[in-house]
């Protein structure tokens, strides 16, 4: 069992930056790819970003690319996603997840954190 908690998430104006933490319980955190979702309100959660087991590959979806940037820790067992440049349609709740294997999709994904807002005013 893999317990995750984000944090990080909070009110900013467009332009600013934010650095959304999910940091998970258990020994098994180093086998996971790690992904970053977000659910905007009467929209379908979408992909933001992954990141592989080892730290080693990365994937973007296309409206963050270039501006947000994943990273992990695995001593810490912590995942990171760097957001900057925020614009006022990144708000949204930010999830973090555990995935059985690197890539874009949710279907493989075996754990879910509890979500952080994010809020970018114009």
């Known amino acids: 069992q893999v317990q995750l908690v984000e944090s990080g998430g909070g009110l900013v104006q467009a332009g600013g930056s934010l650095r959304l933490s999910c940091a998970a319980s258990?020994?098994?955190?180093?086998?996971?790819?790690m992904d970053w979702f977000r659910q905007a309100p009467g929209k379908e959660r979408e992909f933001v970003a992954a990141?592989?087991?080892?730290?080693?590959?990365?994937a973007y979806a296309d409206p963050v690319k270039d501006r947000f940037t994943i990273s992990r820790d695995n001593a810490k067992n912590t995942v990171y996603l760097q957001m900057n440049s925020l614009k006022p349609e990144d708000t949204a709740v930010y999830y973090c997840?555990?995935?059985?294997?690197?890539?874009?999709?949710?279907?493989?994904?075996?754990?879910w954190g509890q979500g952080t807002q994010v809020t970018v005013s114009s």
């Open positions: 990141i592989s087991s080892n730290g080693i590959r990365t």
């Open positions: 258990g020994r098994t955190f180093s086998v996971y790819a």
């Open positions: 997840a555990a995935d059985l294997a690197y890539g874009t999709t949710s279907n493989r994904i075996v754990y």
